[in-house]
């Protein structure tokens, strides 16, 4: 919608500047800026455009990836807490516990130490702190509606983050945030579960009490409760 407003734009400055060789000069210098506003802003919009596209290939490979975990597990996507930094990508329960996970689809020499991050040499910002933030908002939110379990089932909910690209190369201690690549996630999930053994009863009750508070619903992963809204 803001590539189509910008090439709108650009049309009609165009259209201002060829179409009318005898215009006044000010209808002339309006076309001009029109068509300048429209090349300045088309860049970064298109550049935008192509990460949000990025983003959500690598979130869809997550979700086709974990639909192949056994039936108690859960899968929420897309879920927005007044806590969180913006939506989180997804939230996993299930046997491994409750998982807040977060996709990167960047390629490159990634590093991660005590959560200071780098790509190619270039400090990055915020990675840590989003999918953390997120996995204390839904630790607050669920424990809020569900007191009994805040010190079994939601003692502790954790934080992964997922690098999708083929092309990522990563280097990172284990802190407080969990990083794998896509093709580690799998194995991850399951070694969680080996440690929090959380029972499907519940796992499921606080999957059902998740997307209760989400309008748009959420994906399922098992079976069949939990269905798109998209």
């Not at 007044?82 to 990508?89: E, N, P, Q, T």
């Not at 991050?117 to 630790?139: E, F, H, K, P, Q």
């Not at 499907?200 to 399922?220: F, H, K, N, W, Y």
Request: hydrophobic share 45%.
């Amino acid at each position: 919608m803001a590539l189509a407003s910008l090439i709108g734009l650009a049309s009609v400055g165009i259209l201002v500047v060829v179409e009318t060789p005898g215009a006044r000069p000010m209808w002339l210098g309006a076309g001009l800026v029109a068509v300048l506003t429209a090349l300045k802003l088309g860049g970064p919009t298109t550049r935008r455009l192509r990460s949000i596209r990025r983003g959500r290939l690598g979130e869809r490979l997550v979700v086709d990836l974990l639909g192949g975990l056994p039936d108690e597990y859960w899968l929420v996507n897309d879920v927005t807490l007044g806590l969180a930094r913006g939506s989180i990508d997804h939230v996993l329960i299930g046997p491994c516990g409750v998982v807040v996970l977060e996709t990167k689809r960047v390629a490159g020499n990634i590093q991660c130490r005590d959560d200071e991050w780098s790509i190619n040499g270039d400090r990055l910002t915020d990675v840590s702190r989003r999918v953390n933030s997120g996995a204390c908002a839904v630790r607050y939110f669920l424990a809020e509606r569900h007191p009994e379990l805040v010190f079994t089932a939601l003692r502790w909910v954790e934080s992964v983050i997922v690098f999708t690209h083929p092309l990522s190369r990563l280097e990172a201690n284990q802190g407080q945030t969990i990083v794998v690549r896509y093709s580690q996630l799998f194995q991850a999930v399951l070694e969680l579960a080996k440690k929090r053994h959380l029972e499907p009863a519940i796992a499921e009750q606080l999957a059902r009490t998740l997307v209760a508070s989400q309008t748009r619903g959420a994906d399922e992963v098992g079976r069949g409760l939990l269905r798109a809204a998209s």
